[in-house]
């Protein structure tokens, strides 16, 4: 192999650029693949002890949801609120010139005759649609529905506002449907507009849970209503509604309630309780009435963070007639755990092929708002398997993740960034690391069972493979045996 590219500085602060060709090149040298996508349990185990890892950091408190008696909307006044081997396939979506183009729009909710509140049907995740007269008590957690027949019987639910309904720690909100002998709180605010109330906590401070089990449900729930909802949030968590309040402002126009501080009794036209979700970091058309795809999440975040438009192309791409253009790559070093021990050395490498390289580590108070710039910079991510790989949804149209999967759990990689990648209209190349490159090697030999049968280990439960695998391995990439796998990432951003 040789360089492709010609050397030249690129200033961070440059607009760059999409390709209307999207694929996913995927290399693996190390462990079978299983499946694709899919919502195994050993997924959310892994992901799991990432943002436990996480959570033990200190975060931020400067809090962004306001509760109600401190600067919320003002009772009645929302009623004028309306406003080795490589493999391509292409993505399942074509790409569409805005967030959301082709959706369905909202229509408004009117209650179903002889349905009932809450559907609990769901193995992933529990959702109550209360249509018509529906009122909040943020401080006892709970959302009346008062029907309009007079023959309704009371009914109760009690489910975790999230989308992820088998985690214990995630918050109960009480949903009760009153019957006919039963009073009414009496409203003290009153709104025109709809409401979702749901829970934080869970598996956040982890950005792919972050993403998969708030954002992109959130999304799913809320985007239909074009702004025009209110966001009630039990377990409030401050960190997370600063990090993110670029998305949030971009899905509701009102003031986020802080539920569980919430004096209020709000009455609604329709609150919904609870968020859908599909899978993980996931959107299934067939599954969506408006149609939603991963497509239109990434390209509705990218809005929203004011990043070109959908038919921009990739930086390389955009200034290709210049003979001393080179594509730009990002390399994430993880901190902690599944690091990259050369990593000066792989820097060189990308550089000799061509890249210029922007090396990055990632923390949780990092501004979103610069490092999703910086992102959109770049024509291409690169990473080993872990949370950081998240920040593609900020790649343009026909940029490419560049996936270091660590030894023993290629098992998990495609359903986490490889499905995702490619539903969102990106290139995915995914390259698993041999035992020479793992540092498990040294800790344990070629005859221990760890390096020579990781099915083994697999079998024998998450909190082994979580151990040995995601916890105590860190990487020596070979930039010889990874250089044709990187090649198809650069035919890709060509």
Not at 49 to 74: F, L, V
Not at 281 to 291: D, K, R, T
Not at 427 to 453: C, F, M, Q, R
Request: hydrophobic share 35%; aromatic share 8%.
């Amino acid at each position: 192999a040789s360089s492709r590219f010609t050397p030249v500085h690129v200033d961070d602060s440059t607009p760059r650029t999409v390709s209307s060709t999207d694929q996913d090149l995927e290399t693996s040298d190390s462990s079978k693949q299983e499946g694709e996508g899919g919502d195994q349990k050993i997924e959310l185990d892994e992901s799991s002890m990432e943002a436990m890892e996480e959570q033990k950091q200190p975060r931020e408190d400067t809090p962004e949801t306001k509760p109600a008696s401190q600067g919320t909307t003002p009772a009645n006044s929302d009623l004028d609120g309306k406003g080795g081997t490589a493999s391509t396939t292409a993505p399942d979506q074509e790409e569409s010139s805005e967030a959301g183009s082709g959706s369905a729009p909202y229509t408004k909710c009117t209650p179903p005759p002889n349905s009932t509140v809450c559907d609990l049907s769901n193995s992933r995740f529990d959702i109550c649609e209360l249509c018509g007269d529906a009122r909040t008590i943020g401080q006892s957690s709970t959302v009346m529905y008062v029907p309009h027949t007079e023959t309704s019987d009371g009914e109760e639910w009690s489910i975790r506002a999230q989308s992820r309904k088998n985690i214990p720690w995630v918050k109960k909100v009480t949903v009760k449907s009153l019957n006919t002998s039963q009073p009414a709180p009496k409203c003290t605010s009153k709104h025109a507009m709809p409401a979702i109330v749901f829970a934080l906590g869970g598996l956040t401070a982890n950005v792919w849970h972050d993403f998969s089990d708030v954002l992109v449900p959130l999304f799913l729930t809320a985007r239909q209503f074009d702004r025009d909802v209110q966001l009630l949030i039990t377990n409030n968590q401050p960190w997370f509604s600063k990090k993110y309040m670029t998305i949030l402002s971009k899905l509701t126009r009102y003031d986020i309630i802080d539920f569980d501080s919430d004096d209020q009794v709000r009455c609604y036209p329709h609150v919904i309780v609870g968020l859908r979700s599909h899978g993980d970091l996931g959107i299934y058309p067939n599954l969506s009435p408006q149609n939603y795809t991963m497509m239109d999440f990434r390209l509705f975040v990218r809005e929203a963070y004011g990043l070109p438009a959908a038919k921009v192309a990739i930086p390389y791409k955009a200034d290709r007639d210049d003979p001393d253009k080179k594509p730009r790559i990002m390399l994430i070093d993880r901190g902690k755990t599944r690091r990259f021990i050369n990593a000066p050395y792989i820097v060189q490498g990308l550089e000799w092929f061509g890249f210029e390289v922007v090396k990055v580590d990632p923390k949780m108070d990092t501004s979103l708002d610069e490092f999703a710039r910086l992102v959109d910079s770049c024509d291409a991510i690169m990473g080993a398997h872990g949370a950081g790989l998240t920040n593609m949804v900020f790649l343009r149209s026909g940029g490419v993740v560049v996936h270091i999967v660590p030894y023993g759990i290629e098992f998990m990689a495609d359903g986490f960034y490889g499905k995702p990648a490619r539903d969102m209209g990106l290139g995915h190349v995914k390259y698993g690391i041999s035992p020479e490159e793992s540092t498990l090697l040294e800790k344990y030999g070629w005859n221990h069972t760890v390096i020579k049968d990781p099915e083994t280990i697999r079998s024998s439960g998450w909190d082994k493979v979580g151990e040995v695998y995601m916890t105590k391995q860190d990487i020596v990439l070979n930039m010889t045996r990874f250089g044709p796998v990187l090649l198809k990432a650069i035919d890709f951003i060509m």
